[in-house]
């Protein structure tokens, strides 16, 4: 009953991503009379209503279904029922990575309907990177991969939007892991001019020039695209690459003698 849940809701969300990032906008020749009841249905707010009640409807069965199947783990765990616990993790980490695919689609959402403004402010460089380390850890976990962080000397602040940025940061290292869950992740922060550029590198991974184009697609599965054994996660990296965009900058991708290189470049100063 859980899997289906889980399935149902997987379900309902790409299909709030397809009304909203393929939804069509209407011609000033297509509107309606001025009229209380069209204000009511076809005011600029209709968009940010739907998201907050997509977040809202998903993201509170999500918790709960995540929550509940960490609390029976414990509980098989403290009662020797080992034969449960790893249906049990799937079930948890099923939830979890909706969760991540759910924030993923209210992002492009909010993108796509400009709602998406990029903020910035004086980031600490440092404390970025390190929070960043922390967040993605968890993930490393369940790999054989490890990750590594660093900035140049100077590099102490930069002027952007430092939520925004984390979260593209965040995203890149999540599929890179789901390509290649070995070898070495190093991303490197450098700042030249008005311009920061982060740049993963994976070592444990190959490419050829049509694998590389393949991953900048728009909702590209990446299972087929990579090395055997890996896999695609959530939405591909077009949320890196729109959050780039929207930062001033954007995401290239060029394989190395020794792995692949991903960076992101953003506009960093005021």
Do not use: W
């Not at 909706?98 to 796509?112: F, G, S, T």
């Not at 990177?129 to 590594?148: D, H, K």
Request: glycine share 6%; aromatic share 4%; with cysteine.
């Amino acid at each position: 009953m859980i899997e289906l849940a889980l399935l149902l809701c997987g379900a309902a969300v790409g299909a709030g991503a397809v009304y909203l990032l393929r939804k069509p906008q209407p011609m000033a020749s297509q509107l309606v009379e001025d009229t209380p009841t069209a204000r009511i249905s076809t005011g600029p707010d209709i968009d940010e209503v739907f998201l907050a009640l997509m977040s809202h409807q998903f993201r509170t069965p999500l918790t709960n279904i995540i929550g509940y199947s960490e609390l029976l783990q414990e509980d098989a765990v403290f009662l020797e029922q080992n034969d449960f616990v790893p249906d049990l993790v799937k079930i948890r980490r099923s939830g979890e990575h909706l969760m991540v695919l759910l924030d993923d689609i209210l992002d492009l959402a909010r993108i796509a309907t400009n709602q998406a403004v990029a903020e910035p402010t004086e980031v600490d460089v440092p404390e970025l990177l390190q929070s960043l380390q922390s967040e993605v850890q968890p993930l490393l976990r369940r790999t054989l991969a490890t990750f590594e962080v660093s900035s140049a000397e100077d590099m102490l602040t930069i002027h952007t939007d430092g939520p925004k940025l984390t979260r593209a940061l965040s995203n890149l290292v999540r599929q890179v892991v789901a390509l290649a869950a070995q070898g070495t992740l190093r991303l490197d922060a450098a700042q030249q001019g008005e311009f920061a550029t982060f740049t993963l590198h994976q070592d444990a991974l190959v490419l050829n020039k049509d694998q590389t184009e393949a991953l900048m697609l728009d909702f590209k599965d990446l299972t087929d695209t990579t090395v055997e054994g890996s896999h695609g996660a959530g939405l591909g990296l077009v949320v890196t690459r729109e959050f780039s965009r929207l930062l001033g900058g954007d995401l290239t991708i060029k394989p190395t003698g020794s792995g692949v290189e991903f960076a992101l470049r953003i506009h960093a100063s005021e």
